[in-house]
């Protein structure tokens, strides 16, 4: 018995080498001075530690740009389908009213929705609309693709809370939008972060529309322009390696943020089967 | 995208624990004002009108393209010419377009089989291990996860390097010394093999979270019952873990087939579908004739197929989903 645990935890620690050795392989590229990547050299750590990738990667042309337009539509879609997706779940969750149960059965449609194989429908969308190469059409899709997602975990959220609490505050003299707002509101903070960041991850990560609606450098996203690193790095690893590093920094802190309530989020999922 | 999706199943039952009393309905019955009344209908007017705007426009909008001829130059001169069934019998009598449809499946199939087999596996290996070395193995494929898919790419490019990549270094450090300079990018089978693999990498931590989840949730007395009749571990598993757990598989299965059916940014940042579209699928086929070529109306007929197959896996995922759910819509 003792052997087999013993086994099974030595087998684990290998999975865990599998998965967490790409990042260590980005960081420690990233770290490495450019002549010690490009050498016939087998060093899996790095003889000597530089930051002069990340300095390159920082000054290359368009990525402050990039960082900046992919923040700015990422957020501003995601702070949009919050609002609207909390409004939404407001009703769904606490009201009872005509047609309750289509409007949730939309909702959880409009979660499916293949958005990829919508990408011609929206290039003409957009271009009739005059937004072809210009960032509110990514923020609009990307609204769009999270705004039912928002809707959804937050009623779920939102079902969480006690309507007693609420209520209580009712009774102690508060309006509807009083108790909302001392009662519901606060209690909503963690879910309302939960949902954020994977909204945020999302848009963040978005690429076809980023590649299919934008052509002007000025107004790419950073994963459209990593993509095109091979032409802005050439065979500089090193730098490559930075920017990707530079590039999943926001996503990795948001996780560790939200770790908990991610995984007990999937725990309470999978119970029920 | 991935990270997000996943939760679309978890969380939403996140409170199927929460007081029934909270649940859907549970409002106070005032029968007030009129606005009373109107407020959940106003409360959910924004979200209607970007669904139906923003969803909802470009479903009907694929559809009515795809039997219209729309290049370039009808689309800069805004002429209406309809086609019927042209697009279809184009792509449909296209030899090219069979060769990239059945890769795309092979390819969802092999992707999907062994992230749900290998996501299963470890699942059940994360109930055998010490707590220390649990929270190791987490944490690695909460990287693995979080890691944005263009970064990602990138890593797997430099990895699978040619000349400098640590892979062939290490094969040949190893005594493989063929792989010296070795491409693995010369054909679209190992580049897709490439893609294949960053994608099931970024996939199993997902599928082995909430497996591990449904897998401690299975009641132990269970286990201790099967122990007591003297149970192998193979038939404790067919017996007690299996059944237990098929639902959630089934569901995790229908939403791996539904993500990597789609897959688009890995496939393109790989190697834009090339050598020679080798490793095209029938997204980046989708890109390639609308955007790339301007042929609205036979990518759109491509999209139409697309949506129709991913359809039949969503009527069969929500379906299970809502029974899962039921009362608590």
Redesign the interface.
Known sequence: MKT??VS??V???V??????F??Y??VA?ALKPRKD????G?D?VPFSVTGSNFATAWAKPGFLTALGNSLLVSLGAVLAAIV??L??A????????KG??G????????????F??????????M?DLDLLDRLPALA??Y??V????C???L???V??????LE?AAMVDGCGRWGAFRRVTLPLLGPGLV??SV??F??A?????FA??LINDQAKQT??VW??G?QSAFGTD?GG??A???L??LP??VF??IV?RK???????????? | MTAVHTTDAAVPTNNSSAPRRAAPGGAPRRRGSTFDRLLPYLLLAPALVAILWLIGWPVLSVLVTSFRKLNLRELTRGEVVWTGLDNYTEILGDPAFWVIAVRTVVFTALVVLVSVLAGLLIALLMRQISTGVRIVLQVAMLLAWAMPLLAATTVYQWIFDQQYGILNKTLVKVGFDSFAGYSWFSTGTSTLAVTGLLIVWQAIPFLAFSLYAGAIGIPKDQYEAAGIDGASTWQTFRAVTWPELKPLLLMVTFLSMLWDFKVFTQIWAMRKGGPDGGSTTLPVYQYLEGISKSHFGVAAAVSVVMVALLALLTVQYLRRLVRSQEGEL
Do not use: C, D, H
């Not at chain 1, 999270?146 to 997602?149: Q, S």
């Not at chain 1, 991610?262 to 089967?273: F, R």
């Open positions: 087999k645990k099974a935890n087998v684990a620690l999975v865990a080498l599998f998965f967490a790409p990042t392989w980005m590229t990547l490009l050498s016939s087998y899996l609207v997706g409004l939404a407001l009703a769904l969750s606490r009201m009872r009213f309750r149960k409007f949730v059965m939309m909702m959880l449609v409009a979660q499916m929705a293949p990829e194989a919508l990408l011609i429908p929206m290039f003409l969308m271009r609009l899709i609204f769009a999270t705004l039912p997602f809707a959804w975990t009623r779920g959220f079902n969480g809370i006690p309507l007693e209520e939960a949902t994977f909204a991850v999302t963040w990560n978005e690429f076809l590649l299919s950073l994963p990593l993509s690193f690893w490559a390696m920017a990707s590093a590039f999943t996503v990795l996780f560790l770790q991610m995984v007990t989020g999937v725990t309470a999922g999978a119970v029920k089967g």
